[in-house]
């Protein structure tokens, strides 16, 4: 099974649409990461969240940690087309080194 | 240009062949982290560096092998390969722990054939 979980797996919108990605799991973490990855690039950090309950805005994305730090959601406000691509979390239990990433998102935005 | 170069970008070789990957880390960052991405694994945790040390592990299979350089540069080797081992290659580089993101190169395809 996996330890982070990403819903949906797929999203298809009309430009200018609004969209939420959600990523859940049932451990606790003491950070968590989003990335957007393109076709054949490798992914790219959108933003780290630390503190139960923080939200962080980065233009139209604003992306919600939750209170236990066990879940985070990313919503996208009047999407483009340029904010297509694969969106996935990352986080890192506190005892652990590695980095664990979920299955991702795609996301497509039609003009 | 993310600071994190990966050589070769693409890479066809036949079953039961040797590759070495390549992969050089953002300057200043001295760890170095290698994932591997599938259509049905996703992304899945391989191997971490720190400063020459291996630090951590993943579900990296047997007939693969890392190492990290005293100029920080890192090499994955992957040797009796398979069909089921073509895949995305990624290295990833930060700071000491990462706690704050990675910056992964662009990567290296490789298709077993």
């Known amino acids: 099974t996996q330890l982070l979980e990403q819903s949906p797996q797929f999203l298809s919108i009309q430009e200018g649409e609004n969209l939420t990605v959600y990523c859940n799991s049932s451990?606790?973490?003491?950070?968590l990461q989003w990335y957007r990855q393109e076709p054949g690039e490798g992914p790219v950090l959108l933003v780290t969240v630390v503190t139960g309950g923080e939200v962080k805005k980065l233009k139209r994305l604003t992306f919600q940690f939750g209170d236990a730090r066990k879940d985070s959601s990313l919503h996208i406000t009047a999407a483009q087309t340029g904010d297509t691509g694969l969106y996935l979390c990352?986080?890192?239990?506190?005892?652990?080194?590695?980095?664990?990433f979920g299955a991702g998102t795609t996301v497509t935005v039609r003009a | 240009d993310s600071g994190v170069t990966q050589t070769p970008k693409h890479l066809i070789t036949a079953t039961g062949q040797r590759v070495t990957l390549r992969c050089s880390p953002r300057?200043?960052?001295?760890?170095v982290y290698w994932y591997q991405q599938s259509l049905d694994q996703g992304l899945q945790f391989l191997i971490q560096?720190?400063?020459?040390?291996?630090?951590a592990k993943g579900n990296i299979l047997e007939r693969f092998s890392a190492q990290q350089f005293p100029d920080l540069h890192s090499e994955l080797n992957l040797s009796s390969l398979e069909l089921g081992d073509s895949a995305l290659y990624f290295c990833a580089s930060s700071e000491v722990q990462g706690s704050y993101g990675y910056t992964f190169g662009s990567g290296t395809r490789l298709t077993v054939v």
């Open positions: 560096y720190y400063n020459g040390e291996e630090r």
């Open positions: 990352a986080a890192r239990r506190s005892n652990d080194y590695k980095l664990s």
């Open positions: 451990s606790v973490f003491s950070s």
């Open positions: 300057s200043g960052d001295l760890s």
